[in-house]
């Protein structure tokens, strides 16, 4: 008695492949999730805040900031609460980039201008 894989011809190898899949290039495509409505959670997280005032600092929290930027250096890992619009946003992050000229402070990629800064605080890495 013979086994079905010894008549096997080498011509029928390819169409047993056939038959049962080859890996498609595109498959995973399929599992990507699908957004249907395009936007919809950047609005839902703009909505979330919450529009307050802007309030100047005293001069005492002017000092300390100005103290806090002079140690802060590329690479330092920061809290900061700044004025973003309408409403005041805290972000932890490293600092890229410190433009004494331009007066700028780049977490990885957000620009926050020293005029809206409010508090920064140096973290322990």
Do not use: C
Not at 45 to 73: G, K
């Amino acid at each position: 008695m013979t086994n079905d894989r010894e008549r096997t011809e080498p011509g029928d190898e390819a169409a047993t492949r056939h038959a049962i899949g080859r890996p498609h290039p595109d498959r995973a495509r399929q599992f990507m999730p699908f957004a249907a409505l395009r936007g919809y959670y950047e609005l839902v997280h703009e909505r979330e805040r919450v529009p307050t005032p802007r309030r100047e600092l005293t001069e005492e929290e002017a000092r300390e900031l100005d103290a806090a930027l002079a140690q802060v250096a590329r690479g330092s890992l920061v809290r900061v609460t700044y004025y973003d619009g309408d409403a005041y946003v805290t972000r932890e992050g490293l600092v890229s980039q410190k433009d004494e000229i331009l007066r700028d402070l780049w977490l990885v990629r957000t620009k926050i201008p020293f005029a809206a800064l409010q508090s920064l605080e140096l973290l322990k890495a």
